[in-house]
Protein backbone atom coordinates (compact mmCIF):
# COMPACT_ATOMS: atom_id res chain seq x y z
CA UNK A 1 0.00 0.00 0.00
CA UNK A 2 1.22 3.38 -0.95
CA UNK A 3 0.66 4.79 2.77
CA UNK A 4 2.71 1.40 4.17
CA UNK A 5 5.50 2.72 2.01
CA UNK A 6 5.46 6.35 3.15
CA UNK A 7 5.01 5.09 6.22
CA UNK A 8 8.78 3.24 6.23
CA UNK A 9 10.37 5.97 4.21
CA UNK A 10 9.54 8.05 7.47
CA UNK A 11 10.42 5.55 9.58
CA UNK A 12 13.47 4.84 8.02
CA UNK A 13 14.52 8.79 7.65
CA UNK A 14 13.93 9.23 11.27
CA UNK A 15 16.30 6.53 12.05
CA UNK A 16 19.15 7.71 9.63
CA UNK A 17 18.84 11.06 11.13
CA UNK A 18 19.43 10.15 14.84
CA UNK A 19 22.20 7.84 13.49
CA UNK A 20 23.49 10.88 12.21
CA UNK A 21 23.19 12.96 15.42
CA UNK A 22 24.61 10.25 17.19
CA UNK A 23 27.87 9.80 14.91
CA UNK A 24 27.93 13.16 15.58
CA UNK A 25 28.04 13.60 19.13
CA UNK A 26 24.95 15.48 19.59
CA UNK A 27 21.45 14.44 20.82
CA UNK A 28 18.73 13.78 18.32
CA UNK A 29 16.07 15.49 19.68
CA UNK A 30 18.24 18.41 18.58
CA UNK A 31 17.25 18.21 15.02
CA UNK A 32 14.26 18.51 13.28
CA UNK A 33 13.15 17.26 10.15
CA UNK A 34 10.85 19.45 7.59
CA UNK A 35 9.42 17.27 4.99
CA UNK A 36 9.65 18.75 1.48
CA UNK A 37 6.43 18.15 -0.30
CA UNK A 38 7.03 20.03 -3.55
CA UNK A 39 5.63 18.61 -7.00
CA UNK A 40 3.46 16.16 -4.87
CA UNK A 41 -0.20 15.90 -4.46
CA UNK A 42 -2.41 16.64 -2.08
CA UNK A 43 -3.40 12.61 -1.83
CA UNK A 44 0.37 12.19 -0.56
CA UNK A 45 0.16 15.17 2.03
CA UNK A 46 -2.59 13.66 3.31
CA UNK A 47 -0.81 10.29 3.77
CA UNK A 48 1.65 11.86 5.69
CA UNK A 49 -0.97 13.97 7.49
CA UNK A 50 -2.14 10.30 8.85
CA UNK A 51 1.38 9.94 10.30
CA UNK A 52 1.07 12.80 12.57
CA UNK A 53 3.38 15.69 9.98
CA UNK A 54 2.20 18.72 10.43
CA UNK A 55 4.88 20.87 8.80
CA UNK A 56 5.31 21.02 4.99
CA UNK A 57 8.02 22.88 2.69
CA UNK A 58 6.70 24.33 -0.55
CA UNK A 59 8.94 25.71 -3.29
CA UNK A 60 6.42 27.15 -5.50
CA UNK A 61 3.64 30.09 -4.44
CA UNK A 62 1.24 28.65 -6.25
CA UNK A 63 1.63 25.03 -5.45
CA UNK A 64 1.36 26.38 -1.88
CA UNK A 65 -1.62 28.32 -2.28
CA UNK A 66 -3.86 25.08 -4.01
CA UNK A 67 -2.68 22.61 -1.77
CA UNK A 68 -3.89 24.99 1.32
CA UNK A 69 -6.93 25.76 -0.48
CA UNK A 70 -7.64 21.81 -0.55
CA UNK A 71 -6.13 20.96 2.82
CA UNK A 72 -7.91 24.39 4.73
CA UNK A 73 -8.58 23.58 8.69
CA UNK A 74 -6.21 20.73 8.82
CA UNK A 75 -3.33 22.11 11.28
CA UNK A 76 -0.64 22.30 8.96
CA UNK A 77 2.09 25.03 8.80
CA UNK A 78 3.14 25.64 5.05
CA UNK A 79 6.78 26.44 4.95
CA UNK A 80 8.12 28.33 1.98
CA UNK A 81 11.57 27.35 1.27
CA UNK A 82 12.00 28.41 -2.48
CA UNK A 83 13.64 31.65 -4.08
CA UNK A 84 10.76 34.45 -3.64
CA UNK A 85 9.38 36.89 -5.10
CA UNK A 86 8.16 40.12 -4.13
CA UNK A 87 4.73 40.05 -6.10
CA UNK A 88 4.04 36.68 -3.85
CA UNK A 89 4.39 38.44 -0.75
CA UNK A 90 0.24 38.56 -0.27
CA UNK A 91 -0.06 34.98 -0.55
CA UNK A 92 2.68 34.07 1.61
CA UNK A 93 1.63 36.48 4.30
CA UNK A 94 -1.98 34.95 4.22
CA UNK A 95 -0.72 31.05 4.09
CA UNK A 96 2.57 30.50 5.24
CA UNK A 97 4.11 30.23 8.76
CA UNK A 98 7.38 30.55 8.17
CA UNK A 99 9.42 31.61 5.32
CA UNK A 100 13.22 30.14 5.02
CA UNK A 101 14.09 31.94 2.00
CA UNK A 102 14.42 35.36 3.18
CA UNK A 103 17.63 37.03 1.28
CA UNK A 104 16.69 40.55 0.26
CA UNK A 105 15.53 43.92 2.02
CA UNK A 106 12.49 44.63 -1.05
CA UNK A 107 11.39 41.00 -0.11
CA UNK A 108 11.58 42.01 3.91
CA UNK A 109 9.50 45.26 2.82
CA UNK A 110 6.74 43.48 0.65
CA UNK A 111 6.39 41.19 3.68
CA UNK A 112 6.17 43.66 6.51
CA UNK A 113 3.55 45.28 4.34
CA UNK A 114 1.38 42.42 3.46
CA UNK A 115 1.83 41.07 7.23
CA UNK A 116 -0.03 44.59 8.31
CA UNK A 117 -2.83 44.06 6.22
CA UNK A 118 -3.17 40.51 7.28
CA UNK A 119 -2.57 41.09 11.11
CA UNK A 120 -0.21 38.53 11.04
CA UNK A 121 3.12 37.59 12.11
CA UNK A 122 5.74 35.30 10.09
CA UNK A 123 8.85 33.22 11.31
CA UNK A 124 11.77 34.04 8.76
CA UNK A 125 14.92 32.26 8.21
CA UNK A 126 17.50 34.42 6.36
CA UNK A 127 18.71 32.23 3.32
CA UNK A 128 22.57 32.85 2.73
CA UNK A 129 24.50 31.98 -0.38
CA UNK A 130 27.69 29.71 0.66
CA UNK A 131 27.69 27.81 -2.27
CA UNK A 132 29.97 29.38 -5.57
CA UNK A 133 27.12 27.99 -8.07
CA UNK A 134 25.91 30.22 -9.74
CA UNK A 135 22.02 28.28 -9.46
CA UNK A 136 21.99 29.07 -5.61
CA UNK A 137 20.14 32.11 -4.04
CA UNK A 138 20.83 34.03 -0.65
CA UNK A 139 22.13 36.66 0.68
CA UNK A 140 26.11 37.15 0.12
CA UNK A 141 27.66 36.18 3.53
CA UNK A 142 29.42 39.84 3.74
CA UNK A 143 25.62 41.39 4.02
CA UNK A 144 24.78 39.45 6.69
CA UNK A 145 25.32 41.90 9.76
CA UNK A 146 24.04 44.66 8.32
CA UNK A 147 20.89 42.89 6.98
CA UNK A 148 20.00 41.80 10.32
CA UNK A 149 20.39 45.14 11.56
CA UNK A 150 17.74 46.64 8.88
CA UNK A 151 15.29 43.60 9.79
CA UNK A 152 14.82 44.90 13.26
CA UNK A 153 12.70 47.39 11.23
CA UNK A 154 10.08 44.71 10.65
CA UNK A 155 8.23 43.62 13.76
CA UNK A 156 5.98 41.38 11.81
CA UNK A 157 9.04 39.58 11.04
CA UNK A 158 10.99 37.32 13.75
CA UNK A 159 14.12 35.98 12.48
CA UNK A 160 15.04 32.64 14.04
CA UNK A 161 18.00 31.75 12.21
CA UNK A 162 19.93 31.07 9.22
CA UNK A 163 19.15 28.67 5.79
CA UNK A 164 21.69 27.66 3.54
CA UNK A 165 22.35 24.92 0.16
CA UNK A 166 25.83 23.52 0.07
CA UNK A 167 27.49 22.76 -3.27
CA UNK A 168 26.76 19.98 -5.51
CA UNK A 169 29.67 17.71 -4.98
CA UNK A 170 30.94 14.65 -4.64
CA UNK A 171 33.80 16.46 -2.01
CA UNK A 172 32.21 15.86 0.93
CA UNK A 173 34.97 18.83 2.77
CA UNK A 174 33.26 21.11 0.02
CA UNK A 175 29.94 20.22 0.79
CA UNK A 176 30.67 20.96 4.90
CA UNK A 177 32.51 23.59 4.21
CA UNK A 178 29.60 25.51 3.40
CA UNK A 179 27.77 24.33 5.91
CA UNK A 180 30.68 24.94 8.48
CA UNK A 181 30.38 29.05 7.33
CA UNK A 182 26.78 29.36 8.19
CA UNK A 183 27.51 28.00 11.53
CA UNK A 184 30.13 30.59 11.98
CA UNK A 185 28.30 33.17 10.39
CA UNK A 186 25.48 32.67 12.85
CA UNK A 187 28.36 32.52 15.69
CA UNK A 188 29.44 35.88 15.15
CA UNK A 189 25.87 37.08 14.72
CA UNK A 190 24.84 36.14 17.76
CA UNK A 191 27.85 37.56 19.70
CA UNK A 192 26.40 40.68 18.18
CA UNK A 193 23.16 40.33 20.11
CA UNK A 194 21.03 38.58 17.04
CA UNK A 195 18.78 35.56 18.42
CA UNK A 196 19.52 33.11 16.20
CA UNK A 197 19.03 29.47 17.27
CA UNK A 198 17.72 27.74 13.74
CA UNK A 199 20.27 26.45 11.16
CA UNK A 200 18.58 25.03 8.27
CA UNK A 201 20.75 23.08 6.49
CA UNK A 202 21.01 19.56 4.78
CA UNK A 203 18.87 17.79 2.63
CA UNK A 204 18.14 13.85 1.31
CA UNK A 205 22.07 13.66 -0.38
CA UNK A 206 23.81 15.18 2.25
CA UNK A 207 22.08 15.33 5.59
CA UNK A 208 25.00 14.02 7.89
CA UNK A 209 26.99 16.37 6.84
CA UNK A 210 24.67 18.98 8.13
CA UNK A 211 24.19 17.51 10.79
CA UNK A 212 27.77 17.30 11.75
CA UNK A 213 28.24 20.47 11.42
CA UNK A 214 25.47 22.11 13.39
CA UNK A 215 22.55 21.95 11.45
CA UNK A 216 19.16 21.91 13.64
CA UNK A 217 16.49 21.13 10.79
CA UNK A 218 17.26 19.28 7.80
CA UNK A 219 14.77 19.67 4.87
CA UNK A 220 14.06 16.55 3.23
CA UNK A 221 11.97 15.41 0.23
CA UNK A 222 12.83 12.55 -2.39
CA UNK A 223 14.00 9.99 0.87
CA UNK A 224 10.25 10.45 2.31
CA UNK A 225 8.25 11.27 -0.83
CA UNK A 226 10.37 9.53 -3.20
CA UNK A 227 11.04 10.53 -6.81
CA UNK A 228 9.04 14.03 -7.54
CA UNK A 229 5.26 14.05 -9.23
CA UNK A 230 5.09 15.65 -11.87
CA UNK A 231 3.32 19.06 -10.42
CA UNK A 232 6.23 21.61 -11.75
CA UNK A 233 10.00 21.71 -12.26
CA UNK A 234 10.32 22.88 -8.78
Do not use: Y
Not at 212 to 221: L, M, N, P, W, Y
Amino acid sequence: MADDTLAQRWTSVCARVAEACRAAGRDPSEVAILPVSKTHPVAVIEQALALGIRRFGENRVQELRDKAAALEGRGIDWVVIGHLQTNKAKVVARLASEVQSLDRLDLAEALQHRLEREQRDLDVLVQVKTSPEPSKFGLPPDDLPGFLERLRDFPRLHVRGLMTMAVQSGDEQAVRACFRQLRELRDRAQADGHDLPRLSMGMSGDFALAIAEGSTEVRIGTAIFGARAEMGSG
